[in-house]
């Protein structure tokens, strides 16, 4: 399978922030953005499967670093930096325009794992990823990082569930 480049699947995508995105303070509301970044990521993705579409798997990292207010533009950029046999991890990264004074805060970053599905609806292959520049390579190695922490950490956590099932003072109807 010929390998795709980080730059064929880059997406920007923006959403102007209306008075019904927000909560009771006034700002967008960490739901609507979280609604935009997985549509951006899977946008991307989708771009880099392409001819089978994609299902987001988790979402790592989420981090709202300022709020997004009405009437100013969000803009989301997202590109793949890691892909396996049957899945990627996306990054978006969310910018805030006030369109009135041209000033652009970032306000929130995300990594998502998108896993691709064939007709059937199971997990298919695709394509690997073309690096191109020191950037991606440096982007590629910390999302294979943050892939071996996910997998450590699910093994610990189905570890303790484990652990919990089996135990005389916890039943799982208990647990949940």
Known sequence: MEGRSVTSSETLMTHRALPGDTNAAGNVHGGVILKHIDLAGA???MRHARGCTVVTASIDRMEFKAPVHVGEL???KSCVNFVG???MEVGVRVESENLLTGNIRHVASAYLTFVAMDTDKKPTT???LVI???TQERRLQEAALRRAARKAERKREKMTQDQMEQSPIYSPEEVF
Do not use: R
Request: a neutral charge.
């Open 43 to 45: 946008v991307c993705a």
């Open 132 to 134: 191109e520049t020191q």
């Open 74 to 76: 969000m803009v989301l």
């Open 126 to 128: 695709i394509p690997p």
């Open 85 to 87: 046999s049957k899945s």
